[in-house]
C-alpha cells in the first residue's frame, strides 16, 4: 500500500448524496499535455467511428495518427459510452498486439475530464499502448458514481461488472490488444469498480490499480457503503478467489484522506494477499514531494502479488 499524505476534499457544490471524493486536476503551463492531446479533448473534429477500421497493406504497414475515439456500447439492455485513446501506428510503432489500460472515473467525472487529470494518454502515447475510459450513465446514477456498494453490481454476469468486462472485451478484439496485457485501474467509486472487475473476471483482466477506493463487497447498500467510507469496514471480505486467480493489485492511498478512510486500501491489500512472504516495507519519496510507505507482497514462487 502506496501511502501519500494527502487529503481528498470533502462535499462539492453538487446537491445529494456522492459516494466519492472528486478530484479535479488543473494542470499549469510547465507540465502541460502534448498540443495534440488538447486538440483531442477539446476539437470535435478528432472524433471518429469507432467502428472504423483502417486497412494496412501487407508490405508495408500504413502509418496512421493517434486517436481520442467516441463511442458507445450496448450489454443486456445497458447502454455505456466511451473514450478511446488509440496511439499513432506505423512501421515504426506496430498496431497489433498493444496492451489495453482500462481506466474508471470517480463521481462526478467524465472521460475528457479523467483523461485530463490522470495524464494517462501521455503515459501510453509513450509506450504505445491503448487506454479505455467508459463513463458512467447519469440514469444509472445521478452522480455518475460507478454502483460498487449494490450487490447486484458485484457479481460476475450481471450489471456493471457484465458491461464493462463485455466493453473491455469489444474493444480489444477490434483494436488487436495484447489479450493477456489488458489491464484495470480507478480512482475511488471507480477504484473500488476497479477492484470488483478483478475478483469477478480474472480471465479478462491481468492486474488492477486501485486509487482511494474500497474492498469489493465490503458494502451491499448506501448506507453501509457511507460508514466503509467513513470508517473502513469491519472485517476484510473473501470474495472467493485463490491463490491463483487472485491478481497482481496495486493501491494507492493517502493517510491522510477524509472522505475514504485508508483501512479500505488495507482491506484491499487483504483481501488479494494470498501466500506470500513477510512483507518488505519501505519509506519513500512521492514524485510530488510526499513522504509515502511502500510495502511489497511477494509470493513464493516470486510474484509481485500486490
Not at 481528498?8 to 498540443?35: C, E, F, I, Y
Not at 494517462?120 to 446514477?141: D, I, K, S, T
Not at 470488483?196 to 469489493?216: C, E, K, M, Q, T
Request: net charge neutral; charged share 15%.
Amino acid at each position: 500500500v502506496a501511502a501519500p499524505a494527502s487529503t481528498v476534499p470533502q462535499g462539492h457544490p453538487n446537491t445529494g448524496v456522492v459516494l466519492d471524493g472528486l478530484t479535479r486536476v488543473v494542470p499549469d503551463a510547465a507540465v502541460a499535455p502534448h498540443p495534440s492531446e488538447w486538440e483531442a479533448l477539446n476539437a470535435a473534429k478528432h472524433d471518429v467511428d469507432p467502428h472504423a477500421r483502417s486497412v494496412a497493406s501487407s508490405a508495408t504497414p500504413a502509418a496512421t495518427p493517434e486517436q481520442w475515439v467516441k463511442g458507445s456500447f450496448s450489454n443486456q439492455g445497458r447502454t455505456i459510452s466511451y473514450r478511446l485513446f488509440v496511439p499513432a501506428s506505423g512501421p515504426s510503432a506496430p498496431a497489433p498486439n498493444r496492451p489495453l489500460i482500462v481506466m474508471l472515473h470517480g463521481c462526478t467525472q467524465d472521460a475528457d475530464d479523467f483523461a485530463t487529470g490522470t495524464q494517462m494518454n501521455a503515459q501510453a502515447r509513450a509506450h504505445g499502448a491503448l487506454v479505455l475510459y467508459p463513463e458512467q450513465n447519469q440514469q444509472y446514477n445521478p452522480q455518475r458514481c460507478w454502483n460498487w456498494f449494490k450487490p447486484q453490481h458485484q457479481q460476475q454476469g450481471r450489471g456493471e461488472p457484465a458491461l464493462l468486462a463485455a466493453l473491455t472485451q469489444s474493444i480489444a478484439a477490434q483494436y488487436g490488444a495484447d489479450a493477456t496485457r489488458v489491464y484495470v485501474a480507478g480512482l475511488s467509486a471507480g477504484g473500488a469498480m476497479a477492484d470488483i472487475l478483478g475478483h469477478r473476471y480474472p480471465d479478462v483482466f491481468a492486474a488492477v490499480g486501485v486509487h482511494s477506493g474500497l474492498s469489493a463487497g465490503d458494502a451491499n447498500d448506501m448506507l453501509s457503503a457511507l460508514a466503509v467510507m467513513r470508517s473502513g469496514p469491519a472485517k476484510p471480505r473473501n470474495m472467493g478467489d485463490s491463490a491463483g486467480t487472485a491478481l497482481p493489485t496495486i493501491v494507492f492511498h493517502g493517510d491522510a484522506d477524509a472522505t475514504v478512510n485508508v483501512r479500505n486500501g488495507t482491506a484491499i491489500v487483504e483481501a488479494v494477499r494470498f501466500a506470500a512472504d513477510a512483507p518488505e516495507t519501505t519509506a519513500t519519496t512521492a514524485p510530488v514531494g510526499l513522504n509515502a510507505t511502500r510495502t511489497m507482497y511477494t509470493t513464493r514462487d516470486g510474484v509481485n502479488r500486490v
